[in-house]
């Protein structure tokens, strides 16, 4: 594959939990391993965010106002990067996107939608 593909969205209610996966691309198979990994989210009108991020070395961080609600993580040996989201907000809705830190434009993917509504 020749971009990020992302999945695991959909709607869920206020208060529930996702957990969004994301494939790298092959070409970057190879060294997966020593780049930072980020999931951003594009909300409708505005403009991409980066919410969180993982190092190469496994140190983490996020937007301050995720709250420590979602933990990233990756997997090393299957070149996959995780996002687990816990309590969801009505204003997590968005388009949620894997890419490197910073982020590579020739890898962004299609995205996976997460719509959070009662």
């Known amino acids: 594959q020749v971009q990020f593909v992302e999945s695991g969205g959909g709607l869920v209610q206020p208060g529930g939990s996702l957990r969004l996966s994301c494939a790298a691309p092959t070409a970057i198979a190879g060294s997966f391993r020593f780049l930072s990994m980020g999931w951003y989210r594009q909300a409708p009108g505005k403009r991409r965010e980066l919410v969180a991020v993982i190092t190469s070395g496994g140190a983490t961080n996020h937007l301050h106002s995720i709250e420590e609600r979602f933990t990233i993580s990756r997997d090393n040996a299957n070149n996959t990067v995780y996002l687990q989201m816990n309590s969801l907000k009505p204003e997590d809705t968005a388009v949620y996107y894997c890419?490197?830190?910073?982020?590579?434009?020739?890898?962004w993917g299609q995205g996976t939608q997460v719509t959070v509504s009662s």
């Open positions: 890419n490197t830190d910073p982020g590579s434009p020739r890898y």
